[in-house]
């Protein structure tokens, strides 16, 4: 079996900030790490192939430095990675992305076909769930999104059958592989990568494979293959705040019941 | 006759580059460069320029006859483009439904969608895929479309990528709207991303606003980014149709009026089942609180300052009291206190209750994003300068461990339980 995992490097979206002058975005300072949820799909990879052998392949796009997040994924037991990288590249929107992910995936198809591709649900700084349902699309292999728990393999069938998490309930699944898969954090837990692993992930060095490596349109890529733009950005506007209702600590019982009287009194919550 | 670029000022965002119907700019080094051989001085990137980095030369006085040509073949080519884009017309919203019944948020976008369409001075279609659910259709029109595209077949019955996206695919492509909205919801994320990629259209994700632009009549989708720290306006200008997603609870439900009619156009898909190769086998409903969460109308919220499992039920004892829900935020969830399915915020459920009670929640972004359109939100919290309280209709700078069980008794003491 060989698993292809997409992975992202995304900046740590808790620290990001508008600056409220300028409206730009300020990203001096914030941290890099792999999408958590790219994380999990790592893991859920490896694990496929502790239990039913084969090979896990990461890949990515981005700028040189997020061949760190290549690394961290051999460090949780990936086999090899590939870094997408060109100038050509940057300013990609989802669907200029997901085609320079699947021209990458099938270059890499021509020397070792893949079975089961995996990204994580979303991206936390963007948080679209746009890119993994593009690649299935333009690869037209099924797409299985929000994926909670692998049932089995069948791997002389190549079948698989799955649970998917909807609003509620949870949906069971069967479909032939090839197929792409996108998964939700509780689908694993985490394992601390042994030692072997974060000394073969230090020394390792990604391939780099660029526009001159893999067949890409010009108007397909970058800035000119994305649809959609940023018109501007500013910093989310703040709701009024209200009334603070003095007395809380000193007091609590007696503020307490203000508070009460207050919300009975303008029924906000109505006394039946 | 170029645009000058001011380079110190250059930040390297690239919104210039794509808004250039002239395709003469491009980022260099991060900084962006014109090719004054294709530039017009005509402005429109001195317009979107966010850090007044461009500005306009001077007009000469006269052009040559080649440079009018030139300006002209250019214009030639982009009136094309925006003759074609003309031909899409209408809004549409995707009507989604699990086991005949519309999900509420259809609703909603039929609302919004309505308010657009009337803007845009055209049609609002909702768009119903399924087997068995053609009586779906007369909702849609109650709740303000004109039109409702129906594809009945049994094929449909289960919802899967392969055979909605193929269905949406072809109607979009014989009807040509303008644009499409959908629920963010598993099944409208799902589907959206096929589709639009299907379409090598753009697509927006989770907006909370949506507005026409006046001048140019393009869909202005503004949605949070970065974890909610950061909203962005977006827009498609090249690509039709515009396709958004929005996500539940998020634009107002719209008055049902029983008394308006409309069209059905009924098309067919044109997939048989053996060609199918996602098959669902079962459907599962999970028994927990969560599935409701995200209709409550009172819902109460611990976060970090609850301080561990046990003063849930403090919380628990209100929410019971009141009829309400328990919520939490992200570090109540983390700390092991309770379960992820309760989770308010840009990670978990976004909700717009009635009232919602945060205990202990400092109110980072991340959980404000989830809950600040509720219509009144009460908040104790021991730290005067918590976030919440600038969100809050009413707060409390106290002990909630005190407060909460205080309040629990005044309520039941007036409302005479």
């Known amino acids: 079996m060989h698993f292809v995992v997409c992975v992202k490097q995304v900046p740590d979206s808790s620290e990001v900030r508008v600056d409220p002058e300028t409206n730009t975005l300020i990203r001096e300072g914030v941290p890099s790490i792999i999408n958590p949820y790219d994380a999990h799909a790592v893991e859920e ?11 896990v392949t990461v890949i990515s796009m981005g700028p040189p430095q997020a061949e760190e997040v290549i690394r961290k994924s051999i460090q949780f037991g990936a086999d090899e990675g590939i870094l997408l990288s060109d100038r050509k590249f940057a300013g990609s929107d989802t669907l200029a992305t997901s085609y320079v992910l699947t021209q990458g995936i099938k270059k890499l198809a021509e020397r070792e076909p893949f079975d089961l591709i995996f990204c994580g649900k979303q991206a936390i700084d963007g948080d679209t769930a746009q890119v993994g349902p593009g690649i299935a699309a333009r690869l037209k292999i099924p797409q299985l999104t929000y994926v909670l728990n692998i049932e089995e393999i069948n791997v002389e069938e190549k079948t698989i059958k799955l649970h998917r998490k909807l609003e509620g309930m949870r949906e069971v699944i069967s479909a032939k592989l090839p197929a792409l898969l996108t998964v939700v954090q509780d689908l694993n837990e985490l394992r601390y990568a042994p030692l072997p692993n974060m000394i073969r992930a230090a020394r390792y060095r990604p391939q780099v494979w660029t526009t001159e490596n893999i067949e890409v349109e010009d108007d397909k890529i970058g800035l000119n293959g994305s649809p959609t733009a940023v018109r501007k950005i500013f910093a989310p506007p ?6 603070i209702i003095p007395g809380g600590q000193e007091n609590p019982e007696e503020t307490a019941r203000k508070l009460v009287e207050r919300l009975l009194k303008e029924e906000i919550i109505a006394d039946k | 006759m170029a645009v000058k670029v001011i380079k110190k000022n250059c930040i390297g965002c690239g919104l210039c580059v794509q808004t250039c119907p002239f395709e003469a700019l ?5 900084i962006v460069e014109v090719d004054p051989d294709k530039c017009t001085n005509c402005g429109d990137c001195v317009e979107v320029c966010p850090a007044s980095a461009l500005e306009l030369n001077e007009p000469p006085e006269k052009m040559s006859d080649n440079e009018v040509k030139e300006v002209e073949k250019r214009e030639k080519i982009v009136k094309k483009i925006k003759r074609e884009l003309e031909d899409y017309r209408g809004v549409w919203v995707f009507l989604e439904q699990f086991r005949g019944e519309i999900a509420p948020v259809s609703f909603e976008l039929l609302g919004e969608g309505r308010k657009l369409a009337d803007n845009l001075q055209t049609k609002l279609c909702g768009v119903l895929l ?5 009586k779906l259709a007369e909702q849609a029109l109650w709740y303000g479309a004109d039109k409702v595209y129906l594809m009945d077949d049994p094929v449909l019955k289960d919802y899967r990528t392969e055979t909605y996206a193929a269905g949406l695919v072809r109607l979009s492509q014989k009807y040509k709207p303008e644009i499409i909205l959908m629920g963010a919801t598993t099944m409208g994320r799902d589907l959206s991303g096929a589709v639009a990629t299907e379409l090598e259209t753009g697509l927006t994700a989770d907006c909370t606003e949506l507005s026409i632009d006046e001048s140019s009549g393009y869909l202005f989708q503004t949605r949070p980014a970065f974890g909610g720290n950061i909203m962005a306006t977006i827009v498609c200008r090249h690509h039709r149709p515009q396709m958004a997603t929005v996500r539940p609870r998020v634009m107002a439900m719209p008055e049902k009026d029983t008394g308006r009619t409309g069209e059905v156009v009924k098309e067919n898909l044109g997939i048989t089942e053996e060609n199918v190769l996602v098959k669902v086998v079962d459907v599962i409903k999970e028994k927990k609180a969560a599935t409701y969460l995200d209709k409550a109308e009172i ?4 976060g970090k300052g609850v301080g561990n499992k046990e003063n849930f039920k403090i919380l628990k004892e209100l929410a019971d009291l009141l009829g ?3 919520g939490a935020s992200r570090a109540a969830v983390e700390a092991g206190w309770i379960g992820q399915e309760y989770q308010v915020g840009q990670t978990g459920v976004t909700v717009r209750p009635k009232v919602y009670f945060a205990f202990g929640i400092s109110g980072a972004i991340q959980h404000l994003v989830g809950m600040q359109t509720s219509d009144v939100i009460v908040a104790v919290n021991t730290a005067p300068d918590a976030p919440i309280f600038k969100v809050a209709t009413y707060g409390i700078v106290g002990d909630l461990l005190q407060v909460v069980p205080a309040m629990t008794k005044a309520f039941k003491e007036k409302m005479g339980v």
């Open chain 1, 45 to 55: 990879a490896v694990r496929l192939k502790e239990k039913y052998g084969g090979k």
């Open chain 2, 26 to 30: 491009q980022l260099v080094e991060g």
């Open chain 1, 238 to 243: 703040e709701r009024e705040g209200g009334e």
């Open chain 2, 130 to 134: 399924g087997s068995g659910v053609e």
């Open chain 2, 299 to 302: 819902i109460v919220a611990g």
């Open chain 2, 324 to 326: 309400g829900t328990i």
